[in-house]
Nanobody, 119 residues
């Protein structure tokens, strides 16, 4: 009942910036936590950043100070601003939303968007 569409990935040079977006659609009543995860080849998926319904944010130590997560409740969208990108940031990035849709709880994942940081 809920679908997430990601955009904004691509190839950037070290030190560059990208802005990821994830837009939700469906019979959404409310959204609780919104987050970004990433998975590099051969590695486990890891939490990058989360933002609660109250606006509280948490970041992985590896991205703290460089990445910023934000949400637009009216647009049902979560963003991840990534600055000072490093090669180790290269991964597929997935958004994740938890909330209520159609009078039921949901937890949905985006399709993933590739971020490659390379010269």
């Amino acid at each position: 009942q809920v679908q997430l569409v990601e955009s904004g990935g691509g190839l950037v040079q070290p030190g560059g910036s990208l802005r990821l977006s994830c837009a939700a659609s469906g019979s959404i009543i409310s959204i609780n936590d919104m987050g970004w995860y990433r998975q590099a080849p051969g590695k486990q998926r890891e939490l990058v950043a989360v933002i609660t319904s109250g606006g509280t944010t948490n970041y992985a130590d590896s991205v703290k100070g460089r990445f910023t997560i934000s949400r637009d409740n009216a647009q049902k969208t979560v963003h991840l601003q990534m600055n000072s990108l490093k090669p180790e940031d290269t991964a597929v990035y997935y958004c994740n939303l938890d909330g209520i849709a159609g009078w039921r709880r949901f937890n949905s994942w985006g399709q993933g968007t590739q971020v490659t940081v390379s010269s």
